[in-house]
């Protein structure tokens, strides 16, 4: 790997860590509270809210300034975010604007991959990068959970996270959110030094209408794509059950299990534990032209899903949700190393992430305010579990049959877009 990818690495690293220890933070701050369950379920689509609504304009933003450029911007942003949920404005609308700064950092991170490595590493490089984040995405969740616990909540009051200024923070998930400050601080000093690619800058669309239809143009393209479309549709599904699954693990652990948010967090790690495994071997053991075989193992992690429900027993628990966990990741890299690829072929770097973050969030969105209505409703997180199992594996069943649809009626044109695939591993 390029010496750049590392710095790509340590950016990425660091960002997630903060991201998903303040959704933890988030979660605390709710419940000190007092809202209702729903409010906390709701942050996981309002988290999602602005990679869907900028969709069209973040991927041309991306494509328009060099990529570590666009990062440092994307951090600031989250910085601000931080900043608003820690002098008092609500948390729901606080984590909108934080994932206002991840929708513009997502097509910056990935599609500099397409533009420094290799066709050939595209797998690879998804693979760490991906088993990176999910290690991030583990720490980060037991780091949140850690700030607001009984140990280090109190020490962090404690002391002065913010030298000379008056925070007025008198809670542990506000200091937590102090601290976290910083992480982004951290990640913004590595996008500085992130290296300045030979891909030529993309010029931004005249008006905010052209980039719409620019936008619509390039997601019709990716979705008319044989391969295209069944690589973004796998995805889709997997980011937006795995985007709810953060917090569903949190309500069914405390509806199992009786875990508080620091107890129910380190089984959101667990699940990511698996999923970091799986998508280090995948990225040892799969190809892009192989990577529709994993089709298969999206039915049963919907099963899996389903089999939560069974569960009240924490040794039971963690290797069962390593597992699925690792069916994930395993599922997920190749897949995504190949929508990446013919998104390459087929438009900038920058539209096409921008593409698949749409519809992903779009996803997460959906199933995430599915989920919040149905906690409003009244139904346990034992019923939304069964529910999101069923689409899950329903789903996944149907992309399988559309891929086989493919094979039968359109094989010369996906015979030929594999042997690309093949000739570029090379």
Same mark, same amino acid.
């Given at each position: 790997m390029k010496k750049g990818f590392y710095t790509i690495m340590s950016a990425q690293f660091f960002s997630s860590l903060a991201d998903n220890a303040l959704f933890v933070a988030a979660v605390e701050l709710l419940i000190l509270s007092g809202t209702e369950e729903w409010q906390r379920a709701a942050l996981v689509p309002m988290f999602a809210l602005f990679y869907v609504v900028l969709a069209p304009f973040v991927g041309a933003f991306a494509d328009f300034l060099p990529k570590g450029k666009v990062m440092f911007v994307s951090n600031s942003i989250k910085v601000a975010g931080c900043l608003m949920m820690l002098f008092g404005t609500h948390p729901l609308m606080s984590f909108a604007i934080v994932g206002l700064g991840a929708?513009?950092?997502?097509?910056?991170?990935?599609?500099?991959?397409?533009?420094?490595?290799?066709?050939?590493?595209?797998?690879?490089?998804?693979?760490?990068?991906?088993?990176?984040?999910?290690?991030?995405?583990?720490l980060g969740v037991l780091l949140g959970g850690q700030l607001v616990g009984p140990v280090l909540g109190p020490w962090l009051l404690s002391i002065d996270l913010l030298p000379g200024v008056d925070t007025g923070i008198?809670?542990?998930?506000?200091?937590?959110?102090?601290?976290?400050?910083?992480?982004?601080?951290?990640?913004?000093?590595?996008?500085?030094?992130?290296?300045?690619?030979?891909?030529?800058?993309?010029?931004?669309?005249?008006?905010?209408?052209?980039?719409?239809?620019?936008?619509?143009?390039?997601?019709?393209?990716?979705?008319?794509?044989?391969?295209?479309?069944?690589?973004?549709?796998?995805?889709? @599904?997997?980011? $937006?059950?795995?985007?709810?699954?953060?917090?569903? +693990?949190? /309500?069914?652990?405390?509806?199992? !299990? *009786?875990?508080?948010?620091?107890?129910?967090?380190?089984?959101?790690?667990?699940?990511?534990v698996g999923t970091a495994v799986g998508a280090v071997v995948a990225s040892?053991?799969?190809?892009?032209?192989?990577?529709?075989?994993?089709?298969?193992?999206?039915?049963?992690?919907?099963? @899996?899903?389903? $089999?939560?429900?069974?569960?009240?027993?924490?040794? +039971?628990? /963690?290797?069962?949700?390593?597992? !699925? *966990?690792?069916l994930g990741g395993f599922l997920v890299v190749p897949m995504n190393a190949l929508l990446q690829h013919r998104g390459h072929n087929l438009m900038g770097a920058g539209r096409s992430i921008a593409v698949q973050n749409f519809n992903e969030q779009a996803c997460i969105l959906g199933l995430g305010g599915f989920y919040a209505a149905m906690t409003k409703l009244g139904l346990s997180a034992f019923g939304a579990i069964t529910a999101f199992g069923l689409v899950v594996a329903g789903t996944m069943w149907v992309i399988g049959r559309w891929h086989a649809h493919n094979l039968r009626h359109h094989a010369e044109e996906v015979e030929h877009l594999l042997e690309i695939a093949r000739s570029d591993r090379h």
């Amino acid at each position: 790997m390029k010496k750049g990818f590392y710095t790509i690495m340590s950016a990425q690293f660091f960002s997630s860590l903060a991201d998903n220890a303040l959704f933890v933070a988030a979660v605390e701050l709710l419940i000190l509270s007092g809202t209702e369950e729903w409010q906390r379920a709701a942050l996981v689509p309002m988290f999602a809210l602005f990679y869907v609504v900028l969709a069209p304009f973040v991927g041309a933003f991306a494509d328009f300034l060099p990529k570590g450029k666009v990062m440092f911007v994307s951090n600031s942003i989250k910085v601000a975010g931080c900043l608003m949920m820690l002098f008092g404005t609500h948390p729901l609308m606080s984590f909108a604007i934080v994932g206002l700064g991840a929708a513009a950092y997502s097509p910056a991170k990935y599609g500099i991959l397409t533009e420094l490595l290799p066709p050939s590493q595209l797998v690879k490089a998804n693979g760490w990068i991906e088993g990176l984040t999910i290690g991030s995405i583990i720490l980060g969740v037991l780091l949140g959970g850690q700030l607001v616990g009984p140990v280090l909540g109190p020490w962090l009051l404690s002391i002065d996270l913010l030298p000379g200024v008056d925070t007025g923070i008198t809670t542990a998930p506000q200091a937590a959110i102090g601290a976290i400050i910083w992480l982004y601080a951290i990640a913004a000093i590595f996008n500085l030094f992130i290296p300045r690619t030979s891909a030529t800058l993309q010029p931004m669309p005249a008006s905010p209408l052209e980039m719409v239809r620019d936008f619509r143009t390039c997601n019709r393209r990716l979705w008319r794509d044989r391969l295209g479309q069944i690589s973004l549709s796998t995805t889709t @599904l997997f980011w $937006g059950v795995s985007g709810n699954l953060r917090y569903i +693990v949190l /309500a069914w652990a405390a509806a199992a !299990l *009786g875990y508080t948010t620091t107890q129910a967090s380190s089984l959101v790690g667990v699940v990511a534990v698996g999923t970091a495994v799986g998508a280090v071997v995948a990225s040892i053991y799969m190809r892009l032209d192989l990577a529709t075989r994993v089709i298969p193992l999206g039915i049963a992690m919907g099963v @899996l899903v389903i $089999g939560m429900n069974f569960i009240d027993n924490v040794w +039971v628990a /963690a290797p069962f949700l390593i597992l !699925l *966990g690792g069916l994930g990741g395993f599922l997920v890299v190749p897949m995504n190393a190949l929508l990446q690829h013919r998104g390459h072929n087929l438009m900038g770097a920058g539209r096409s992430i921008a593409v698949q973050n749409f519809n992903e969030q779009a996803c997460i969105l959906g199933l995430g305010g599915f989920y919040a209505a149905m906690t409003k409703l009244g139904l346990s997180a034992f019923g939304a579990i069964t529910a999101f199992g069923l689409v899950v594996a329903g789903t996944m069943w149907v992309i399988g049959r559309w891929h086989a649809h493919n094979l039968r009626h359109h094989a010369e044109e996906v015979e030929h877009l594999l042997e690309i695939a093949r000739s570029d591993r090379h």
